[in-house]
T-cell receptor, first 115, second 111 residues
Framework: DTAVSQTPKYLVTQMGNDKSIKCEQNLGHDTMYWYKQDSKKFLKIMFSYNNKELIINETVPNRFSPKSPDKAHLNLHINSLELGDSAVYFC??????????????FGPGTRLTVL | QQQVKQSPQSLIVQKGGISIINCAYENTAFDYFPWYQQFPGKGPALLIAIRPDVSEKKEGRFTISFNKSAKQFSLHIMDSQPGDSATYFCAVNTNAGKSTFGDGTTLTVKP
């Protein structure tokens, strides 16, 4: 059983389109994250949700909107896609929020290519 | 301001050798220091982590050395194997659970 799953694995789209990436975790964790990994492999946190509540919102364009319908799911919707949005997006989850020692479990990533 | 600086960017080691990756951080508020391993096409996975009240932690061939006064910590991979070839990230965690990652080190272990 996959602990943290993401769909789709690959996403190729045109500039200006709107797209969504879905994430689900079956670990029973309370906290979920979205990270962006660029072509140089830099990994940067975008958002964090705890029990459907937004707790971390880094400096991310408001074209990116996370949505958490329940604590097992965290989706990422991106409006008006730009070339610079091309990256690998990782979803992750951890047991709790506010604990530095919590292990984050990452999904397999979604490679987004904007043409 | 980059909160954690990782070096080297890439590293080539012969099989059986020791791989050493270093990280330095700025903010003394960090209180947990994990290392992640990422294979191509996969997500990062926790490898080993250390608290700041400990100077060294060893798990198998992997050791973290931590120098609190210098605000530096390093990952040592003993008897490096080709299967260790991956990208390694250090991270610094706040007590609010936020992780900031280093820029990554691509390790290649030659047979």
């Amino acid at each position: 059983d996959t602990a943290v799953s993401q769909t789709p694995k690959y996403l190729v789209t045109q500039m200006g389109n709107d797209k969504s990436i879905k994430c689900e975790q079956n670990l029973g964790h309370d906290t979920m994250y979205w990270y962006k990994q660029d072509s140089k492999k830099f990994l940067k946190i975008m958002f964090s949700y705890n029990n459907k509540e937004l707790i971390i919102n880094e400096t991310v364009p408001n074209r990116f909107s996370p949505k958490s319908p329940d604590k097992a799911h965290l989706n990422l919707h991106i409006n008006s896609l730009e070339l610079g949005d091309s990256a690998v997006y990782f979803c992750a989850s951890s047991q709790a929020s506010g604990m530095s020692t919590d292990t984050q479990y990452f999904g397999p990533g979604t490679r987004l290519t904007v043409l | 301001q980059q909160q954690v600086k990782q070096s080297p960017q890439s590293l080539i080691v012969q099989k059986g050798g020791i791989s050493i990756i270093n990280c330095a951080y700025e903010n003394t508020a960090f209180d947990y220091f994990p290392w992640y391993q990422q294979f191509p096409g996969k997500g990062p996975a926790l490898l080993i982590a250390i608290r700041p009240d400990v100077s060294e932690k060893k798990e198998g061939r992997f050791t973290i050395s931590f120098n609190k006064s210098a605000k530096q910590f390093s990952l040592h991979i003993m008897d490096s194997q080709p299967g260790d070839s991956a990208t390694y990230f250090c991270a610094v965690n706040t007590n609010a659970g936020k992780s900031t990652f280093g820029d990554g080190t691509t390790l290649t272990v030659k047979p």
